[in-house]
């Protein structure tokens, strides 16, 4: 039986920053709620907003997973179950955005905001975790009618006002139908 996949992007953590406290405890809670319902949660497997959530489902009985953008396991936060070194440095956030059924975003930089995007594309819904800050607060205002990217209006974003809530609302939204015909996998010219 296949299982539901919630993917957390967030902000990772770099040398010489400190995330706020605040912060990775949204995200743990993300990932207790995560688990708490069941779901794998699936992250980018490296430190800050991925390792708080990792850690968050590991302590509520949950499974995680994280495609690192390494090809090696060192940068591999302690909270994984399963953990791939994909070697891919940030085209690896294709497949966070691709394979997860919904995603949660918790503050983020750039590499969340391209996850996000990569994610619209493909029609993956994302609900942001509002007062997170980074990005999870800086889109609202850049959407159309308060829900999509572009014109093309592929799926909508959505904000929760808690980690509770944005787990039941990513949850929700796993039964939404998928945009197809965008992003489509590369099969070769003879179109095999």
Not at 22 to 46: D, F, N, Q, S
Request: glycine content about 14%.
């Amino acid at each position: 039986m296949r299982r539901t996949t919630i993917g957390v992007l967030g902000n990772a953590s770099r040398p010489g920053t400190t995330l706020d406290p605040a912060l990775l405890a949204l995200a743990t809670e993300v990932g207790r709620e995560i688990a708490r319902a069941g779901a794998v949660l699936v992250t980018g497997g490296t430190g800050g907003v991925m390792a708080a959530a990792s850690e968050g489902a590991q302590s509520a009985g949950g499974f995680t997973v994280g495609f690192l953008p390494q090809a090696d396991y060192e940068h591999a936060n302690p909270h994984l179950d399963l953990a791939f070194p994909t070697g891919m440095g940030t085209i690896r956030n294709m497949l966070t955005a691709r394979c997860c059924d919904s995603l949660i975003m918790v503050g983020g930089g750039v590499g969340t905001l391209n996850e996000v995007t990569i994610a619209y594309d493909v029609g993956t819904p994302v609900v942001a975790l509002a007062g997170s800050g980074g990005w999870a607060d800086r889109i609202r205002p850049t959407l159309i009618d308060d829900a999509w990217l572009d014109e093309r209006r592929v799926v909508a974003i959505d904000f929760a006002p808690t980690p509770a809530a944005a787990a039941e609302r990513a949850l929700a939204r796993v039964a939404e139908p998928r945009a197809t015909g965008r992003l489509a996998a590369f099969i070769g010219a003879g179109g095999h």
